[in-house]
C-alpha cells in the first residue's frame, strides 16, 4: 500500500507543478480558479514551492520511515509548502498600486 500512497503523491505534486509551471511561463491557470487568481504568476510561483515542499516533507518524513536525520529536511519541506499556500492566496489578491511621490504630496 505505501506504494500506490507514494506513486499517488508523485503524481499530484507532478501536476501541481506542471500547473505552476504553465501558470509562470503562459499566464493560464486552470479554469476553475480564473475567477479567483488575479496575479497568474504569483500563483504559480506559490503552486510550483507548494508541490516541492509537500514532496521533500512526504518522500523525506512519512514514506522515508523513522529516520529522525531527515526530520530537518522534511519540516523545511512543510515550511516551503506553508510558504507556497501564502503565495497562492497572495496571486487572489490585487497587488497595491504605488503611488510616485509627486502623486503623494496632491
Avoid at 507532478?14 to 509562470?24: D, E, F, P, R
Avoid at 500563483?43 to 526530520?71: K, N
Wanted: net charge positive; no cysteine; aromatic share 12%.
Amino acid at each position: 500500500m505505501n506504494g500506490y500512497l507514494a506513486g499517488l503523491a508523485a503524481l499530484v505534486a507532478a501536476g501541481v507543478s506542471g500547473l505552476g509551471v504553465a501558470a509562470i511561463a503562459t499566464y493560464w491557470v486552470p479554469p476553475w480558479f480564473r475567477r479567483r487568481v488575479v496575479r497568474p504568476r504569483l500563483w504559480g510561483w506559490g503552486a510550483l514551492s507548494g508541490s516541492v515542499g509537500m514532496s521533500l516533507f512526504i518522500f523525506l518524513g512519512p514514506f522515508h520511515g523513522p529516520d529522525a536525520d531527515m526530520t530537518p529536511y522534511a519540516m523545511t519541506g512543510m515550511a516551503l509548502f506553508l510558504a507556497g499556500q501564502a503565495l497562492q492566496m497572495l496571486g487572489q489578491h490585487p497587488g497595491r498600486i504605488s503611488k510616485s511621490p509627486r502623486e503623494k504630496a496632491n
